[in-house]
């Protein structure tokens, strides 16, 4: 899951694992969310989002869930592969104010073994 | 691909001298933001444009300064360098100008700064 300090989390897998990366907020008005990979050496690459209407989205072999009540959110990967290899971060705006903001979690490290 | 690209992508330089790191994209985008990345922090937002000439403060902004005279290009600009600078800084825009859209980034470039 998230976390504040000098240590990502980390996840470590083996290939053909299904993984999930687990993401918290605090603020209950969030109302859109994303997820996030960023590989070594390049930006964060957009993977999905889902707004707070809906619980559940699906992409091409990852699957977001959101749960309002206790403002989490998961990211599922399934069969996961080496390519996979990454950090993942969610993301959600900043509700009080304009410009698209978006606050970030530090992420989780995941690994793929093959 | 959003196209966003980030000049230069690495460099070094010497406490005192000033740097200014070059954002361009090539669709029109409205919104248009510079982070820094630092291990333990994560991203976080230095200063983001809504428009031509119009600019606005992130949560770690003290230090910088930027410019956005064409819609295409963001420039981010560090007046004097410190070593507290030295970071990977990635640009990003926003795709649409409602408050829930996610942004896409750039590659990002390493800054040092001795």
């Known amino acids: 899951g998230e976390s504040v300090g000098l240590h990502l989390p980390t996840l470590s897998v083996q290939e053909g694992d299904n993984s999930i990366i687990n993401c918290a907020y605090s603020n209950s008005a969030s109302d859109y969310f994303i997820w996030y990979k960023q590989e070594s050496g390049k930006g964060p690459q957009f993977i999905i989002d889902i707004r707070s209407n809906m619980d559940k989205r699906q992409g091409q072999r990852v699957t977001v869930l959101l749960n309002k009540t206790v403002k989490h959110l998961s990211l599922q990967i399934a069969a996961t592969q080496p390519g996979d290899s990454a950090v993942y971060f969610c993301?959600?705006?900043?509700?009080?104010?304009?410009?698209?903001?978006?606050?970030f979690g530090e992420g989780t490290q995941l690994t793929v073994n093959p | 691909d959003a196209g966003i690209t980030q000049s230069p992508r690495h460099k070094v330089t010497e406490t005192g001298t000033p740097v200014t790191l070059r954002c361009h994209q090539t669709?029109?985008?409205?919104?248009m933001y510079w982070y820094r990345q630092d291990p333990g922090h994560g991203l976080r937002l230095i200063h983001y444009s809504y428009g031509v000439k119009d600019t606005d403060k992130g949560e770690v902004s003290d230090g910088y300064s930027v410019s956005r005279s064409k819609t295409e290009d963001f420039l981010l600009t560090l007046e004097s360098a410190t070593s507290s600078q030295t970071s990977v800084y990635f640009c990003?825009?926003?795709?649409?100008?409602?408050?829930?859209?996610?942004?896409?980034f750039g590659d990002g470039t390493r800054l040092s700064i001795l």
């Open positions: 669709e029109n985008h409205r919104y």
């Open positions: 993301a959600f705006p900043e509700q009080e104010t304009s410009g698209s903001r978006l606050t």
């Open positions: 990003a825009i926003s795709l649409g100008t409602g408050s829930n859209q996610p942004q896409h």
